[in-house]
């Protein structure tokens, strides 16, 4: 079992900077991919960002390439996303998840936590 606990969000303005952690419970975090999920108001939660459970391996999509990092650090049982040059439309909840390598759907979910990204 992994509970997860996101903070880090609040309103900034557009082109501004924020990071986001994830604190993880539980003595096996670095066994899992963390991921980092988003939902827009009124839309679908999407995929953002993802790490493997040591770090080598990181995937992100197209829209947060080049401006979001998602790193993690398995002894603090924390994962982050750095976002930079931040949008209106990059504006959401945002939700940290969980999941073994070998498994396709992420099992462990955070409340998310709420970014404003004001114009």
């Known amino acids: 079992q992994v509970q997860l606990v996101e903070s880090g969000g609040r309103l900034v303005q557009a082109g501004g900077s924020l990071r986001l952690s994830c604190a993880a419970s539980?003595?096996?975090?670095?066994?899992?991919?963390m991921g980092w999920f988003r939902q827009a108001p009124c839309k679908e939660r999407e995929f953002a960002a993802a790490?493997?459970?040591?770090?080598?391996?990181?995937n992100y999509a197209g829209s947060v390439k080049g401006r979001f990092t998602i790193s993690r650090d398995n002894a603090k049982n924390t994962v982050y996303l750095q976002m930079n040059s931040l949008k209106p439309e990059d504006t959401g909840v945002y939700y940290c998840?969980?999941?073994?390598?070998?498994?396709?759907?992420?099992?462990?979910w955070g409340q998310g936590t709420e970014v404003t990204v004001s114009s």
């Open positions: 539980g003595r096996t975090f670095s066994s899992y991919t």
């Open positions: 790490i493997s459970w040591t770090g080598g391996s990181t």
């Open positions: 998840a969980a999941k073994l390598a070998a498994t396709i759907n992420y099992a462990y």
